[in-house]
């Protein structure tokens, strides 16, 4: 997932989601139930048959300091 961005179109970093569930109402919306799994930086981006297409690099969380988590 990549929020729109003012000047580019599209953020410059975005965030791989796995879909835990989905709910559609009569009224045809819906509700998805998600969760983050990766974090990635948009290389570049481009459109095809209607939809944002990227090339990203998947970016590895540092490890905080364990006196960092009390």
Do not use: Q, W
Not at 4 to 29: N, Q, W
Not at 47 to 54: E, K, L, Q, T, V
Request: proline letters at 3%; hydrophobic letters at 35%; a negative charge.
């Amino acid at each position: 997932m990549c929020l729109s961005a003012e000047h580019t179109g599209i953020s410059e970093y975005g965030c791989m989601l796995e879909i835990k569930g989905v709910r559609t109402f009569p009224d045809g919306s819906s509700v998805v139930d998600a969760i983050g799994i990766s974090r990635f930086r948009v290389l570049s981006h481009h459109h095809r048959d209607g939809y944002n297409i990227a090339d990203v690099e998947y970016l590895e969380d540092k490890k905080a300091p364990h006196e960092c988590l009390r």
